[in-house]
């Protein structure tokens, strides 16, 4: 079946503005997360959601960041203001559920350029 | 809190050869789930194998397998037989019960020679 896919795969922006990013997760899967990864780094947690409800939002580095999944299924990833700092790639991650056995599968992520 | 700890930042094999990328781990829970996962400079992240801290033995996935040792608190990654569609970024990373978050380590890069 499908993976998980992210839109846009690259996003130049200018320091300032409004960004949306969008994740559509493996279908039938409750669980999805955002991570973000900077150069050199490896991938570090933003915000999960279990069903609509975001049940952690404790990696949202500021309140530029907000995150909704209004149905239970497609995610959209909002910053404000966007500042160079944060230049990254975003990825998206999916789970069957939220237990610890539970693989998140990734999609292929958004390069976010913020000039 | 939950750390992982990767020492190598770059490990080169010979093409045909094993190669074991390291990663060290540290939790208070005595229930967690470690994973690999596989970053080809395309950038996508690609799952490769779990490895549960009740499970009995060392989990195995084709070419992959876990080198788990509870004790010493260490999940090593074996690749045998590598090949040269295995250079890529390898990532551990582990969660626990007090969150839902995959922790990640900083990653191994790990380059095959033909």
């Known amino acids: 079946g499908a993976g998980v896919s992210q839109t846009p795969s690259n996003k130049v922006t200018e320091k300032g503005k409004y960004v949306e990013l969008r994740c559509d997760p493996i279908s039938g899967h409750t669980a999805l997360y955002w991570y973000r990864q900077s150069l050199g780094q490896g991938p570090e947690f933003l915000i999960y959601?279990?069903?609509?409800?975001?049940?952690?939002d404790s990696g949202l580095p500021n309140d530029r960041f907000f995150a909704v999944r209004p149905e239970g299924s497609v995610s959209t990833l909002k910053i404000q203001r966007t500042e160079r700092g944060d230049s990254a790639v975003y990825l998206c991650?999916?789970?069957?559920?939220?237990?610890?056995?539970?693989?998140?599968?990734f999609g292929p992520g958004t390069r976010l350029t913020v000039l | 809190a939950q750390k992982i700890t990767q020492t190598q930042p770059g490990m080169f094999v010979q093409e045909k050869e094993a190669v074991t990328l390291d990663c060290t781990y540290d939790?208070?829970?005595?229930?967690?789930?470690l994973f690999w996962y596989k970053q080809p400079s395309s950038g996508e992240m690609i799952f490769l194998i779990y490895?549960?801290?009740?499970?009995?033995q060392n989990a195995t996935e084709g070419r992959y397998s876990l080198n788990f040792q509870k004790a010493r608190k260490s999940a090593n990654l074996v690749i045998s037989a590598s090949q040269l569609g295995d250079s890529a970024m390898y990532f551990c990373?582990?969660?626990?019960?007090?969150?839902?978050?995959?922790?990640f380590g900083k990653g191994t890069k790990l380059s095959v020679i033909p």
């Open positions: 490895q549960g801290s009740y499970d009995q």
């Open positions: 991650a999916s789970s069957a559920s939220s237990g610890i056995t539970d693989t998140q599968y």
């Open positions: 990373a582990m969660r626990d019960r007090r969150s839902y978050q995959l922790t």
């Open positions: 959601f279990q069903g609509t409800g975001a049940a952690d």
């Open positions: 939790t208070s829970d005595p229930s967690y789930g």
